[in-house]
C-alpha cells in the first residue's frame, strides 16, 4: 500500500510541475510589442501599436499614478529629458483618465514628441505581461524585438543600458 501511496505523490507531483511549466506569460511566447489600445487623454483618440514609430527602441511602461515607485520614474524621465530623445516611450496605466491626466500634469509628460501617456481601457497589458508590481517596464529593440521585461522601479541609467 504505501508504494502506491508514494507513486501517486510523485506523479501528482510530477504534473504539477509540467502545468506550472506552460504558464508562460504571453510576452515571452509572442516577443513583440502586443496590439496596444490606449485611450489618450482627450478620452476619444486612440494609440495603437501602428502608431509606434519604426526604427526607434521602445519602452513600454505600465504604471499607476498612485504608485510612489512610478512617480519616481516619472520624475527622472523629466529631469533627464535629454538622455532618453533616441527612445519612444509608451506609459499605459488601467486608472482613470482623470487620474492619468493628473499624473500628467504633475510630471509635466505632455509636450514630448516621443512619450505617449494612455489608458489601457481593455485591461490586455497586465495580463500579457503576467504583471506582479508597479511600474512594469518592457523593452523592445528597433525592430520591435523583445529585449527584457522588468518589474519594479530602475534608474534611468540601467534603462538606458538596457537598450545598449
Known amino acids: 500500500m504505501k508504494p502506491l501511496v508514494v507513486l501517486c505523490l510523485l506523479l501528482a507531483s510530477f504534473f ?69 530623445k533616441d527612445i519612444h516611450i509608451v506609459m499605459s496605466t488601467m486608472h482613470p483618465l482623470w487620474q492619468m491626466n493628473q499624473f500628467v500634469e504633475t510630471y509635466k509628460l505632455s509636450g514630448y ?9 481593455s485591461y490586455i497589458l497586465p495580463s500579457f505581461y503576467g504583471v506582479h508590481s508597479l511600474p512594469y517596464l518592457a523593452f523592445y529593440n528597433k525592430k520591435g524585438s523583445l529585449i527584457t521585461g522588468f518589474e519594479g522601479s530602475m534608474p534611468l541609467e540601467k534603462i538606458l543600458a538596457t537598450f545598449k
Open 16 to 84: 504539477a510541475n509540467a502545468q506550472e511549466g506552460e504558464k508562460q506569460a504571453p510576452y515571452l511566447r509572442f516577443p513583440t510589442v502586443p496590439p496596444l489600445q490606449l485611450l489618450l487623454a482627450d478620452s476619444a483618440a486612440k494609440y495603437t501599436k501602428a502608431d509606434l514609430p519604426n526604427k526607434k527602441p521602445v519602452l513600454l511602461m505600465i504604471f499607476s499614478p498612485e504608485c510612489s515607485h512610478c512617480q519616481h520614474t516619472a520624475e527622472e524621465l523629466v529631469q533627464n529629458k535629454d538622455k532618453w
Open 113 to 121: 514628441p516621443n512619450l505617449v501617456v494612455g489608458r489601457d481601457f
